[in-house]
């Protein structure tokens, strides 16, 4: 018989910081790392690798310079991506509280021309998500002048971003989603939302329409510390 190995330290420190959480004794944010060794009498390096795995569950989030924070997102809703809207709210493990958006009308360039073919016009549109009034990430959309609504230049801030985030997806057959690592700088984009020491992903959305073309790229830039990417498969007596 093989004998279980000892459970190493860092995994019982986890499982006593999670009991404190999970029992309140923490409010909104767990002590620093020095009071951490003391409460629990063993060293950094410890502590350490337990505050990744409680980042790795989801169960602590951190903020450069003011330390970890409980994950208190816990939606009991059950979809991820494969739901057509949104694939920033629905990949991210905080919540957005608000967003700022953008939006201009633009000749046709030799990038909207790579992605859409010859068109002559296209809408581009850029929304920055926040969470506790500070943006944790972005999305960059362009869609061609057909699939734009009339008149939608009047639209306000919440009727931009409900076409952007739902109504877009009603014109869509196909959607094909590819991610990785984004190799833009932060001083690339407007609004700063990470250093150039944080890793942040890419998540590239493309629709097309029965004709197989694509009509709208949703482009969505998320620091890895926010990340949660969650897709609901099926087996065939499900999917029946």
């Not at 060293?43 to 337990?50: G, K, L, P, Q």
């Not at 059950?78 to 958006?101: A, K, M, R, Y």
């Not at 150039?196 to 694509?214: A, F, H, P, S, Y």
Request: hydrophobic residues 35%; charged residues 20%; contains cysteine.
């Amino acid at each position: 018989m093989v004998r279980m190995p000892i459970v190493p330290k860092y995994v019982q420190i986890y499982n006593k910081i999670l009991n404190k959480i999970e029992n309140a004794e923490y409010s909104h944010k767990i002590p620093s790392e020095n009071q951490l060794t003391q409460d629990f009498n063993c060293s950094r390096v410890t502590i350490r690798s337990a505050l990744a795995l409680l980042k790795e569950d989801k169960v602590i989030y951190s903020v450069k310079g003011e330390g970890n924070f409980i994950n208190r997102n816990k939606s009991s809703s059950s979809t991820g991506i494969e739901v057509n809207s949104s694939l920033f709210t629905s990949s991210c493990n905080v919540t957005v509280d608000s967003n700022d958006i953008a939006m201009k009308c633009n000749d046709g360039t030799a990038y909207s021309k790579k992605v859409f073919g010859n068109t002559k016009r296209y809408g581009s549109f850029n929304v920055w998500f926040k969470h506790n009034d500070q943006v944790i990430g972005n999305e960059f959309s362009i869609i061609t002048d057909a699939a734009l609504p009339d008149g939608f230049e009047k639209y306000d801030k919440v009727a931009l971003k409900h076409f952007i985030s739902h109504k877009i997806y009603q014109n869509a057959a196909h959607i094909q989603v590819n991610m990785q690592q984004s190799l833009r700088k932060a001083n690339t984009f407007h609004h700063k939302f990470f250093s150039n020491d944080d890793v942040v992903m890419l998540i590239e959305e493309n629709l097309n329409n029965k004709e197989g073309q694509t009509f709208a790229q949703n482009k969505y830039y998320i620091p890895l510390k926010y990340l949660l990417v969650k897709l609901n498969k099926y087996g065939n007596s499900l999917s029946q």
